[in-house]
């Protein structure tokens, strides 16, 4: 199994849409969890966080799971501005606390 | 400014060369790392210093060898380039060896003819 898996999509969904993706883990122990956003040939960003109780920033929400090891992101009211691929990060504490990413899932917002 | 920057951004070199690619950044940070993005868009950790020391060193080629004159740059020299090295290399920084927040550079795009 691999460290950190996401389901890459294509998502195509129109403007307005609500949306969400999924990240599953496979390391118990981990404790910290982000989303990071990449554009097309462009360096990946922090997003946010994912806190264990659950967080939203705006319009997007973020869930962490960890019976279940997974971690989603949603987003509301979608805009053509969020279309971009977005990573799934989570660490491995005995790796030296080192950080996976997901292959990412690839979100387009169709006009 | 530019926080974390590469150069270049792109290298086109043939198999068999030995190519380097600088990275630098100015955010004060104590971390920084390679990654390696392949065609699949799969991102995976090379190697990460913390204050010039090596802490982790993911199983690469020994091809592949990191330097870190200061803990604000840390360059990545590769030897005898073969086709399968071809990919997008992106230098990281973070403020701490267990900092969350990494700050990336914009890449640089090896191809390997």
């Known amino acids: 199994r691999k460290e950190v898996e996401q389901d890459p999509g294509p998502f195509n969904v129109p403007e307005g849409a609500t949306v969400a993706f999924n990240c599953t883990y496979s390391?118990?122990?981990?404790?910290?969890f982000f989303w990071y956003r990449q554009d097309c040939r462009k360096e990946p960003k922090l997003l946010m966080s994912v806190y264990s109780s659950g967080n939203e920033d705006g319009r997007f929400t973020a869930q962490l799971n960890r019976a279940s090891q997974y971690i989603s992101l949603l987003i509301r009211d979608s805009k053509l501005s969020d279309s971009a691929t977005y990573l799934c990060v989570v660490n491995m504490p005995n790796t030296g606390n080192q950080f996976y990413f997901g292959t990412g899932t690839s979100l387009t917002v169709i006009p | 400014d530019t926080a974390v920057s590469q150069t270049p951004k792109y290298l086109v070199t043939q198999m068999g060369n030995d190519k380097s690619i600088k990275c630098e950044q100015n955010l004060g940070h104590d971390t920084m790392y390679w990654y390696k993005q392949d065609s699949k868009k799969f991102l995976k950790i090379m190697f990460s210093?913390?204050?010039?020391?090596?802490?982790i060193n993911e199983t690469v080629p020994n091809r592949f060898s990191p330097k870190s004159p200061d803990k604000a740059h840390l360059n990545l020299h590769i030897n005898s380039l073969e086709l399968g090295d071809s990919a997008v290399y992106f230098c990281?920084?973070?403020?701490?060896?267990?900092?969350?927040?990494?700050?990336f550079g914009p890449g640089t795009r090896l191809t390997v003819t």
């Open positions: 210093y913390n204050n010039k020391e090596l802490i």
């Open positions: 990281a920084s973070s403020h701490r060896q267990d900092s969350y927040e990494q700050y």
């Open positions: 390391n118990s122990a981990s404790q910290s």
